[in-house]
């Protein structure tokens, strides 16, 4: 049967080479993300008879809704993994009855789903995906329960999820336990001699409970893991590896001890306007500077075993610095894997700064006991400037830098003492995002020490005066960066021609040169006749969201034969009849992806060789299948843990933030023609009315916070493509924000890649279509015929200028040129001439 649409899936379900290797790389993502919080010495265990319980149990929850969905072959549980390897679980009827549970739970919601449905006008089609079934907590774990169990040894998985389009509840069924679950872990705890906690939840939870059940012996951070979490989870229970995650946010001891904690999203009752009163003060950064004792400091993680941390020498040369050091496992049992943090707390002699901000990171490889390896750990003196908002310069100010060697931001070491004797500009900018009334923020700590060392214990190192260069940046207009052959061909486009460029479609349905079952997106399928074939994004950011797999209708056509995102599971049976095709009588093809942990687990791992490899992982999916933009990474500051999509996103930190991002970059792009699309550009750290929401946020927390990330990734990674965020920042659009889309990001970053709307974010009542282009939003997704036209009146009417219309069009054109699709495309016609 011949197909209308050209894709490359497959037509047999075996298995590939590439989905065994990228397997692989998976598992080690998760060997490395999981984190052992605590543990009086109860872990590792032994293979043998094992009470398990909790709602991720028998059903580990790998990541979370929405867009970040992906449909892999198989999914390893944490009840799996244990099984294979070695362990006998004696609680398998607890199990099944809590799957019973979850089926039931199901079937209410999808029935209450559908009367929604009934009722259109009550549905918010833009987040139609927010609201996914929710996990039953648990269920009672009785005496009789933990009888049969036959055994001394428990693990208890607490999970949650959480997805796009709503934040999470503050109560028991998103940030905190419910009383089940503590009754459960209650009796498992008095019970049991070996109790373990494990937390499988996408983001920062509430752990007020260790104060209130004794008898806890570990908790571990499984976060949610991908496709072989329950693997990785198993090898580290039994000692197979140690344990290597490090936290990438602070863990509060109660969520009221987050600045501004009851005024986050819905909790202050106005989801419309949101005040980042807590400026530059976010995580760690709130907590080191305010004396705040968390529960579990930024950069911790426990081992299996011990090591020790040496500074061997510092290097100040111009404005690089360089600190060497050397790191000793000191235990005699297990081999294992440390990270060393580098902080540095800066001067308080003119603006108010955090106690201390992260400049580097280094991860050793598996050191044996007594094994060593010399680390080193390089920052630019930019990192530590401050950003002035009076005359907009980053400034590196007078006074003494003192570095802090460590494992986490509460177990550092003063090293060295760096002194600039006088002010140094290294960087002069225009103002941006400008506020009429600035937003009142929190008033800073009075009298802090960043000292922690004597006169004459620390080697002193003198900054030279013009150790840093300063850049004077130019927002004047610069020529495209086009390929001539793009711009040659552009140049025969019409003014609407231009506007059907500009304006992308939807995954399915039209004309298509090419379509890959399950994707988000397409550019324009309308241009074909003037040589321009239609490329394909996919959403992330744990892997590519594709059909897994696909039938073929009579007609040619391809439909999905499963829902790709699980709320559409709900839907009545007529509307999937009509939406699926049918697996069973038509003849079908496949598209085998592979899921990796969340990016909260990622940035866990502390290694950004690990996830540049992952990224090459996806890369090479993206080649196999036809994907041009995979819609990943996200990388939005975990500024509340709240946000409904932290588990997408890295950190509470700009620096790891931006590191883990540029790493992704640049393996996904070692496969040509595949690019990345960094997201979501910026201040999205909301869910609730994200459409609306306005970040009113000071110039200066925006840029060092907010944008620093995403600053790294670009000048670092060199990504494709960003993606701009849905809300407003100071009362502007994000994507008709001329200052964040072409001031900052074009002309002080260099970027030269292709800036797209997330989707539906401009239209009525939203941002407008006309001014993302004015901005330089190069790509409206997913656009449509609607759109195109919108932007063909305005251009007729002198609204929009030619010029602004070109330049965008231009950057969509570069990106479907450089894109293996265009190559097939001109191979197709090459071979029809």
Not at 256 to 271: Q, R, V
Request: glycine residues 10%; aromatic residues 8%.
């Amino acid at each position: 049967m011949k197909m209308k649409i050209r894709n490359k899936a497959a037509f047999t379900d075996a298995e590939t080479g590439l989905e065994r290797d990228n397997r692989r790389i998976s598992y080690e993502a998760a060997l490395e993300g999981i984190v052992l919080l605590e543990n009086d010495g109860t872990l590792p265990l032994k293979p043998g008879k094992i009470a398990l319980y909790g709602a991720g149990a028998g059903m580990t929850i790998k990541g979370g809704t929405g867009s970040g969905e992906v449909r892999e072959r198989h999914v390893v549980s944490i009840l799996e993994g244990m099984e294979k390897a070695g362990f006998t679980v004696t609680t398998r009827r607890w199990i099944e009855e809590y799957a019973k549970r979850y089926q039931e739970g199901e079937k209410e919601y999808a029935a209450e789903f559908q009367r929604k449905l009934l009722k259109p006008w009550k549905l918010d089609m833009i987040n139609f995906i927010s609201s996914p079934y929710q996990y039953p907590s648990s269920q009672p774990v009785t005496e009789q329960d933990v009888k049969d169990s036959d055994t001394d040894t428990c693990i208890y998985v607490v999970a949650r999820q959480a997805g796009e389009g709503t934040d999470r509840s503050l109560g028991e069924k998103g940030y905190r336990l419910s009383d089940e679950e503590k009754a459960g872990l209650a009796m498992c705890a008095a019970s049991y001699g070996k109790m373990i906690v494990v937390v499988n939840v996408g983001s920062v939870f509430d752990m007020s409970f260790l104060e209130e059940i004794p008898g806890i012996n570990a908790v571990v951070y499984y976060s949610q893991q991908g496709m072989m979490g329950g693997s990785a989870f198993a090898d580290l229970v039994c000692g197979k590896t140690s344990p290597s995650g490090k936290t990438s946010d602070t863990w509060p001891k109660n969520y009221e001890d987050i600045p501004g904690a009851m005024d986050y999203s819905y909790l202050n009752g106005n989801t419309g306007e949101e005040y980042y009163r807590e400026g530059i003060y976010v995580g760690y950064r709130y907590f080191d500077t305010y004396g705040v004792e968390p529960r579990y400091p930024f950069g911790h993680g426990l081992s299996y075993t011990t090591f020790s941390v040496e500074k061997k020498s510092v290097e100040l040369c111009g404005s690089e610095v360089r600190v060497c050091a050397r790191v000793t496992n000191t235990g005699k049992a297990y081999a294992g894997k440390e990270t060393l943090q580098l902080y540095v707390s800066c001067p308080q002699t003119g603006m108010n700064k955090e106690y201390q901000r992260l400049a580097a990171f280094a991860k050793t490889g598996e050191l044996q006991p007594g094994e060593s390896q010399e680390l080193t750990l390089a920052f630019d003196l930019r990192d530590l400037t401050s950003y002035r908002e009076e005359d907009g310069s980053y400034v590196l100010e007078a006074g003494d830098y003192v570095l802090k060697l460590g494992t986490s931001s509460r177990n550092t070491t003063p090293a060295a003492v760096m002194e600039a004797r006088k002010e140094i500009t290294a960087a002069v900018c225009r103002n941006i995002c400008r506020r009429e009334h600035a937003v009142r923020e929190i008033e800073p700590p009075m009298n802090m020490d960043t000292c922690e060392y004597q006169d004459g214990e620390l080697e002193r190192y003198i900054i030279e005066d013009d150790a840093v260069e300063t850049v004077t940046y130019s927002y004047e207009e610069k020529a495209d960066a086009l390929f001539p052959y793009t711009r040659k061909l552009l140049e025969k486009l019409t003014g609407e021609e231009l506007c059907d460029l500009v304006s992308g479609d939807g995954g399915s349905g039209g004309n298509k040169f090419f379509e890959a079952p399950g994707v988000a997106g397409c550019t324009t399928s309308a241009l074909q006749k003037k040589g321009i074939p239609n490329i394909c994004m996919a959403d992330g950011p744990a892997g590519l969201r594709l059909q897994k797999v696909s039938a073929v209708t009579r007609r040619g056509t391809v439909k999905g034969t499963e829902p790709n995102v699980s709320v559409m599971g709900c839907l009545p049976g007529p509307v999937k009849k009509v939406m699926l095709g049918n697996q069973e009588r038509q003849p079908c093809v496949y598209q085998f992806t592979t899921s990796f942990p969340v990016g909260t687990a990622l940035a866990q791992t502390w290694n950004t060789e690990l996830i540049e490899r992952v990224g090459e992982a996806v890369g090479k999916e993206m080649e196999a299948y036809g994907i041009t933009y995979w819609l990943a990474p996200g990388m939005n500051i975990h500024r509340n843990p709240l946000c409904g999509r932290n588990f997408e996103y890295f950190s509470e930190d700009p620096l790891l933030t931006g590191k883990m991002a540029a790493a992704m970059s640049r393996g996904v792009q070692t496969r040509k023609g595949c690019f990345v699309t960094i997201k979501h550009f910026c201040c999205n750290n909301q869910e609730e009315n994200r459409n609306r929401m306005n970040a009113n946020v000071n110039e200066r927390a925006l840029r060092e916070i907010y944008l620093k990330g995403f600053e790294i990734a670009v000048r670092e990674g060199r990504p494709g493509a960003v993606m701009t965020s849905y809300n407003k920042v100071n009362g502007t659009y994000a994507n008709n924000s001329m200052d964040l889309v072409t001031r900052v990001l074009r002309d002080e970053w260099g970027f030269d890649g292709l800036v797209m709307t997330d989707w539906y974010a401009t239209g009525k009542g939203l941002g407008s279509h006309v001014k993302a282009i004015e901005a330089g939003n190069d790509l409206l997704m997913p656009g449509g015929k609607k759109a195109a036209r919108e932007l063909k009146k305005a251009l007729e009417e002198g609204i929009l200028e030619e010029e602004d219309l070109k330049r965008c069009a231009g950057r969509v054109l570069q990106g479907i040129m450089s894109s293996r699709i265009y190559q097939a495309y001109r191979r197709l016609k090459k071979e029809e001439a």
